[in-house]
């Protein structure tokens, strides 16, 4: 079920027009700018008393990087486009819009010097359809 929550995130970020998408790794030799999705495994929730813990809530993380602050937040507005008050699909699951929750400045990536990132977190709540 996460994997499907998060391939869902993933092909609306795929969406995005000048924005390389990672899931989760970057490789050696990575086109700028870029993004790296991440997802927690989901915190497991009741919606409804006596059911069982059906609500899911997805944590995505999504670290927008560039070699200016301004490539780096031009990347970081490009996905909060693409995931902000969106529902997704995913099968045999009815889910809420997608939330901010939370974003960070745009900072120099303390391996690579020469790279500036942002980081956002979004919220994606799903229950069963």
Known sequence: MIR?????????????????VYDGQ?????SLP?????????????SA???SSDRLTVRIWATSVGHTRAE?????????????????T???RSCFPITSVNSQPAR?????????????EFELVS???
């Open 34 to 46: 870029y993004v790296v999705i991440r997802t927690d495994s989901g915190r497991r929730e009741r």
């Open 72 to 88: 780096a937040q031009m990347a970081s507005e490009r996905v909060t486009t693409a995931l902000l008050d969106v529902r997704p």
């Open 4 to 20: 499907a929550h998060t391939d869902a995130v993933l092909a609306l970020v795929d969406a995005v027009p000048y924005v390389n």
């Open 26 to 30: 970057v490789p050696d030799s990575p």
């Open 49 to 51: 008393l006596p059911a």
């Open 127 to 129: 229950i069963p359809a």
């Open 108 to 120: 120099v990536d303390d391996v690579v010097q020469s790279l500036i990132y942002v980081l956002d």
């Open 90 to 92: 995913v099968a045999s």
